[in-house]
């Protein structure tokens, strides 16, 4: 048998196929659509991500927390938590501590706010970031100022402050840590210590 076919004609047929075989591959087929309607979305579609250091321990690893609105209440509620690949740190790994974060992070008891027990009340009770941190500073400035010492006994200039200590958060970057350390030396505090440590 002997077909007569030119170049352009060969050249028509060819891509007469290639767009049949490609809508077919798209999706446009019975065999396709069948296949699509058992195919479950990817769980982490249209979701927020934001990354984070799990609080854990000293060690400081990345953690990548998804979330999404919530259907019941319509906020936004973290459903998945994992091990950030792109951290120096962990490299995508958590401990078993780490790997159950989400349940921390979700549960009904943790505090979300500053809470205050007034003197001589029995409970808790929330108060504003602003109240808190205004509480802290007033308290943290009248105990330097009654407890500071400038000289020692020999008249020696000493200039520390030794009721109040000070507890330093390791998942910090070392930028952090040394503006810590000369804010609370700058103070006079001398019970000073840092959470990798401990």
């Known amino acids: ?25 798209l999706g446009f087929g019975e065999a ?3 296949e699509l309607a058992h ?29 999404r609105v919530d259907e019941q209440t319509g906020k936004k509620r973290i459903f998945h938590i994992e091990g950030d690949a792109d951290h120096p740190t962990n490299r995508g790994t958590l401990c078993p501590k780490g790997s159950a974060l989400k349940d921390f992070v979700n549960a009904p008891t943790r505090l979300t706010e500053p809470r205050v027990r007034r003197p001589g009340a029995a409970e808790f009770e929330p108060i504003s970031w602003d109240e808190a941190l205004d509480k802290i500073a007033r308290a943290v400035k009248d105990d330097r100022d009654a407890n500071f010492m400038s000289l020692n006994e020999t008249g020696v200039p000493v200039n520390r402050w030794t009721t109040m200590g000070f ?27 840092n959470q990798a440590r401990v």
């Open 39 to 67: 195919v479950r979305d990817f769980k982490l579609t249209a979701t927020t991500e934001a990354r984070n250091t799990c609080p854990y321990c000293s060690v400081a690893c990345g953690v990548i927390l998804y979330s």
């Open 167 to 193: 507890l330093a958060a390791s998942a910090t970057t070392n930028e952090t840590a040394w503006l810590t350390y000369k804010v609370v030396r700058s103070m006079g505090i001398v019970g000073f210590d």
């Open 1 to 25: 048998m002997n077909i007569d076919l030119t170049r352009r004609g060969f050249l028509r047929l060819a891509g007469a196929g290639v767009a049949a075989t490609s809508l077919g591959a």
């Open 32 to 34: 396709e659509a069948a």
